[in-house]
Every structure is written in C-alpha cells, then in structure tokens.
C-alpha cells in the first residue's frame, strides 16, 4: 500500500485494541496466550466476581497493573502520538485500559472500557492514581470497596463516552483500526460508523476476521511495523 498523506484528512481516527498492545508485551484477550484463556473472566472481569470477592478481584488488577508498567510503547504508539502533534484533528478510541497511547504521548484518547488506573468508589467518585499496587482497597471516606473503572462483562458502557467516540467517528473520513478481533459489541461496530459516513477505512491486523471484508484495505501485519510506515512525513 502506498503511503498515505495525512493532510489529505480533515478528521482521522485510530480505534484499537489488544493487538495494538500486543508487541509491547502486553497479552490479548483472545487467541493464542490471550488472557482469556488463562483465567476465566467470570471469576476476574465482571460485577458478580467482584461483589463475591473482592480482593481476588483487586489482586488480580494488580497483577495486571504491574505487568503493564513492565511494558514499554512500541514505534506504532509513538507513529500516532507524533501524528496528533502535527495534525490538529487525530483521535484515539480505544478499547485498551493500560494507558499505552497516554504514555506515548497521545493525548486526545477516549477510552472505551475504562482504565487500570482508575477506581471508583460507588458513592465518592473516581480516583486514579499509576502504579504497581492500588493506593488502597476501600474508600477513604466511605469505607466502600473500590472497584476498577473498567467495563467489565455484562457491564454496560458509559454513555457520555460512548457518544462522544461514535460522534468522532461519524465524523472522520479516515478511520485505521489496529488490533481488535471485533467480536465485543458495541464497540465491533464501529468502523460501521466510519463506512457511513464514506472514510477511508483501513485495518492492521495480522489475521483476518469477522469485521475485515468492511475495510477498503487491510494490511497483514503488526501495529509496530505497519503504522510508522502507513504516513508521509512532512
Ligand atoms: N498488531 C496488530 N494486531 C495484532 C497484533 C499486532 N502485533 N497481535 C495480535 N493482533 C490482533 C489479533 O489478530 C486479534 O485480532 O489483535 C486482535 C486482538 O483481539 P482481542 O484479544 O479479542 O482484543 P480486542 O478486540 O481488543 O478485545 C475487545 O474484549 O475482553 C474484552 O474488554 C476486553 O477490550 C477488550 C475487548
């Protein structure tokens, strides 16, 4: 695929997901050594498991926390954080909670399914804090168990972030969407949005899927290879 001029666009979105992840070392949830096949998201990944055990629930965010900080942003986050910088209308929506684009320097991200460095508490807010370890388990003020600001199973999506993703989306006439299986719903049927609204749309992936006969082009290969080399610099 030739390279594309970036300038040629009034509005671009990059929509990502695990895979976007992946070559920072950061595990799928699907696929081979996806995290759903190690532990089981009924026990870790939804309201139920955390009104039953909480701790074993925070444990396991933890964990996750720390192995996140192990990982570092690859040249695929940095392509789209140097883009934002020279294009004043680049967003990032993502399904990823590990914070990846932030680091790299993004700055406009909406972040679909929340984030492992937020908590909330059910009467007090949000709070967030980065971090191996959550600062502490319970509210300061209520005593309530905090629970992770993520969008887990069975969890409906924030509505406010949902609208203001699929009104850039709508919006954009160049959408690139990098790693995701689109099988979870609501957020699988986006580039649907883009596709009505004419965009380009474009998919990195190295494997095909459900959603890859909606892309104009799909280009089989890694998020770290494939987007340093998809723009032209200027
Ligand atoms: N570059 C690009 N894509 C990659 C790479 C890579 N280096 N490595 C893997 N992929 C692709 C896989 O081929 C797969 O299609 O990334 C995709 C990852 O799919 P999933 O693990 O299903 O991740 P995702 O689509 O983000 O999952 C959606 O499911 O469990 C929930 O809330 C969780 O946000 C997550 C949601």
């Not at 190295?206 to 290969?221: F, I, K, W």
């Amino acid at each position: 695929m030739k390279t594309i001029d970036p300038r040629q666009y009034e509005h671009i979105v990059f929509f990502t997901g695990a895979g976007m992840s992946a070559e920072s070392g950061v595990p799928t949830y699907r696929g081979r050594g996806g995290l759903w096949s190690q532990y089981r998201w009924e026990e870790y990944a939804c309201e139920d498991a955390f009104a039953g055990d909480p701790k074993k629930v925070l444990k396991f965010h933890e964990l996750r926390r720390a192995a996140v900080l192990a990982c570092q942003p690859h040249a695929g986050h940095a392509a789209i954080a140097t883009l934002e910088k020279q294009h004043p209308r680049v967003m990032v929506v993502t399904q990823n909670i590990d914070g990846m684009h932030q680091r790299a320097g993004s700055g406009n991200v909406i972040e679909l399914h929340g984030s492992l460095w937020r908590l909330r508490c059910p009467d007090d807010g949000i709070s967030g804090d980065i971090g191996a370890k959550y600062k502490g388990w319970k509210c300061e003020k209520c005593g309530s168990w905090l629970r992770p600001d993520i969008v887990w199973f069975g969890d409906i999506l924030d509505q406010g972030v949902m609208s203001a993703a699929i009104a850039a989306i709508r919006r954009c006439d160049l959408f690139v969407s990098i790693g995701t299986s689109g099988v979870v719903y609501p957020a699988a049927g986006f580039p649907r949005f883009a596709k009505e609204n004419h965009a380009r749309c474009i998919e990195i992936n190295p494997e095909a899927n459900e959603m890859s006969s909606l892309y104009d082009e799909s280009l089989r290969d890694t998020a770290g290879r494939a987007l340093p080399e998809l723009f032209v610099q200027f």
